[in-house]
């Protein structure tokens, strides 16, 4: 699992994932994932277009994470999940705790509005 981070205009983090997210993707970015969300009033972009296997410890890393940003003011959306890991996400509930866009500038103009 490979994690790439950048930060956007609008102090917009993006986070983007490439390979598996099951149990031995999660380890190897679990901690550099969570210190990406740290902080007050975050804004992050999680990009999964690279994901392209999701596992039930991957959810948790996301939701888990989602709801640690939403406890400080912050907010977490998904970005362009592949049609598989789309998948997972609806038939888990995810879309309810953490948004879902198919477009960058639709996941930005979301979180600067909130």
Known sequence: MELQYSELENNIRLIKLIGKLD????????TQFA????GDSVRVVVDLSGVDFLASIGIRLLTLTAKSVMSRGGKMVLLSP????QQVLE??????????????ESAETILMAS
């Open 23 to 30: 149990i031995t993707g999660v380890s190897q970015i679990e």
């Open 35 to 38: 210190d990406y969300c740290t």
């Open 82 to 85: 592949l049609p598989d890991v």
């Open 91 to 104: 038939v888990t509930g995810i879309p309810a705790i953490i948004p879902i866009y198919s477009h960058l």
